[in-house]
Nanobody
Framework: EVQLVESGGALVQPGGSLRLSCACS????????MSWVRQAPGKGLEWVSG????????NYADSVKGRFTISKDNAQNTLYLQLNSLRTEDTAMYYC?????????????RGQGTQVTVSS
């Protein structure tokens, strides 16, 4: 059974940082491109970042470029998202997902999510 379990979400002040993790099992993780997507209250799903199967190539939405960093540990079957210089508009439920290297169109299974709230 494919499982994606996110963790690391929290309440943080504007300008703060967080590191999200996604522990993956039930599929051949090193062979999959992966991504992070988010959904803010009352809004649709937004693609945030994608990474190639090897981890060597990454993509970012313009809204997070230069502030967020995606990475992939194929030995530990874990996906990460480092969030820096957080803004109130980054408040959302964050999900890791199979696929989605460049957009939502190739998204497959995603996890249950971890909540990030940016507020003073």
């Amino acid at each position: 059974e494919v499982q994606l379990v996110e963790s690391g979400g929290a309440l943080v002040q504007p300008g703060g940082s967080l590191r999200l993790s996604c522990a993956c099992s039930g599929f051949n993780f090193p062979m999959y491109a992966m991504s992070w997507v988010r959904q803010a209250p009352g809004k649709g799903l937004e693609w945030v970042s994608g990474i190639s199967a090897s981890g060597r190539t990454t993509n970012y939405a313009d809204s997070v470029k230069g502030r967020f960093t995606i990475s992939k540990d194929n030995a530990q079957n874990t996906l990460y998202l480092q969030l820096n210089s957080l803004r109130t508009e980054d408040t959302a439920m964050y999900y890791c997902a199979q696929g989605g290297f460049e957009s939502l169109t190739t998204l497959a299974k995603r996890g249950q999510g971890t909540q990030v709230t940016v507020s003073s």
